[in-house]
């Protein structure tokens, strides 16, 4: 068994001697606190008097049974993790009592290597809990940074290069998979930053078209255009004394790569049909999920424009790379998901918490928070099941694509393939079909009116 962090207090009760003593004989280890009750109603005076971290119950005892006791546990203590026991005629039961709220079962005879790996889990889950909840303190009191969950390395690295660069002038660069959290990051070095009285205004490069772009971030003035009747700032103006946010960096067409160059290097900006220049008073943080150094090599990204972005670059890892945040991830959006649609808090079995892990996570953190979303509005119970998830996780795998490239064939004429192909084959939901192909959504609709691929049948976004 391993360590736990804290001391423990569990309780036995089952209303055969042998078994509950033995039971307390092989679990006791440094650090636990061991008490046995011979009944549902002992079990019950002990729950009223103290606070226990961890019961395990028989199923079936005289007068209160472990189904009425964990009713009692639940108002008692709430945190507390239980494990039924039960004849393996009972497994129903059983199965039914981890619906409300058990954290698992164990069939008599007891396996004791089983028992002791649910009891490692159930301190796991226990000091999990205990973390989420120091974390969402932290949410509710401090900036962005601390809102980071950062277990692993990967994210501990990346906090300290934040860290580091918050609090100079030089443009950001973030780079990373749809999804893994780089607006959140984006910021935390702001809010780190001198500059954090000011405002945070983020825009995202692959929604506007190459003739809306300027108008977007330089704003215009009155009749500068057809249907410019007043005047419009632009994510410039608006950024003013803060920070400016530009995801998806790597969809700006060329032409607009010029004009925003321009603004960066000489700190200034025209408004369409203005004829004053203004200074641009933002710092800049830009992110992309493309490889940008592969866009310059293919002629598609400006060197010149790629040098000035990428000062500072800060590689934000995928989540199947930070498999140590997975957990704590799951748990923070359950208590936040369950506040948000005011439903009962759930809880993720010890079954359903593995198939987490081992899932790949395309999607990145957007995928987890999202699966999250979707048990805590279909899953009546209380506890939720490995199955639960397995339905949901199944719904979204991806078969490979195979297709021949000839030579002489444009690099656009390869994107038109490759996204026709995800569309047809892979998905019908453009949002799945966003996040394999590696762009925003924005951009795979602007991808397909560029291609005319109206003929394509796809989904909803969602």
């Known amino acids: 068994m391993t360590m736990a962090k804290r001391p423990v207090r569990l309780l036995i009760a089952d209303d055969e001697v042998f078994i509950r003593e033995g039971l307390q004989e092989a679990l006791q280890q440094p650090g636990f606190t061991i008490d046995t009750a011979k009944d549902g109603h002992e ?33 008692c203590h709430p945190d507390a993790q239980t494990i039924i026991l039960t004849a393996y005629g009972s497994v129903t039961t059983a199965v039914e009592a981890m619906k409300k709220g058990a954290f698992d079962f164990i069939t008599k005879p007891v396996d004791l290597v089983h028992l002791r790996l649910l009891v490692d889990r159930a301190i796991d889950r226990l000091e999990l809990l205990s973390e989420n909840r120091k974390l969402h303190h932290r ?37 990373g998979e749809t999804g893994v959290g780089k607006e959140l ?9 001198k500059r954090r009285a000011g405002p945070f205004v983020a825009v995202n490069c692959g929604g506007f078209t190459a003739e809306l772009f300027a108008s977007e971030l330089f704003g215009h003035a009155r009749g500068a ?59 800049i943080i830009a992110a992309t999920n493309r490889d940008l150094e592969a866009g310059v090599q293919g002629g598609i990204f400006r060197e010149d424009l790629y040098y000035r972005l990428n000062v500072v670059p800060i590689d934000v890892p995928p989540l199947r790379q930070r498999r140590e945040d997975i957990s704590l991830l799951a748990e923070m959006f359950l208590d936040e998901v369950c ?23 395309p999607g990145n953190v957007r995928e987890l928070r999202n699966l999250i979303q ?89």
């Open 339 to 361: 506040r948000v649609h005011e439903q009962p808090r759930k809880q993720l079995s010890a079954e359903a918490m593995t198939l987490l892990l081992n899932h790949s996570w």
């Open 43 to 75: 079990a019950r005076d002990l729950l009223q008097r103290q606070t226990y971290h961890l019961v395990i119950t028989d199923l079936r005892m005289p007068g209160l049974g472990g189904m009425e006791l964990l009713g009692e546990i639940r108002d």
């Open 374 to 462: 979707r048990l805590v509005v279909t899953c009546r119970d209380k506890n939720i099941r490995p199955e639960q998830i397995s339905t949901l996780l199944g719904a979204v795998e991806r078969e490979a694509i195979h297709f021949t490239v000839n030579l002489g064939v444009s690099i656009e004429e390869v994107e038109a393939a490759l996204i026709r192909q995800t569309l047809e084959r892979i998905t019908a939901n453009r949002r799945q079909a966003a996040a394999i192909l590696g762009i925003s959504v924005r951009s795979l609709q602007y991808k397909i009116k560029q291609y005319n691929m109206f003929d394509v049948k796809s989904g909803p976004d969602e």
């Open 185 to 193: 990051i984006a910021r935390a070095v702001h809010e780190r930053s």
């Open 139 to 175: 949410l509710e009191n401090q900036d962005a940074f601390r809102k980071l969950v950062r277990r692993s390395p990967a994210m501990q690295a990346a906090a300290e290069t934040i860290k580091q660069v918050a609090q100079s002038e030089v443009p950001v660069l973030l780079r």
């Open 225 to 283: 255009f057809t249907g410019a009747h007043a005047a419009r700032p632009g994510r410039f103006a608006l950024a003013e004394g803060g920070t400016l946010f530009l995801d998806e960096i790597g969809e700006v067409p060329l032409k607009n790569q010029v004009e925003l160059l321009r603004a960066l290097e000489a700190k200034e900006y025209q408004p369409l049909g203005d004829t004053r220049v203004h200074a641009a008073d933002v710092r």
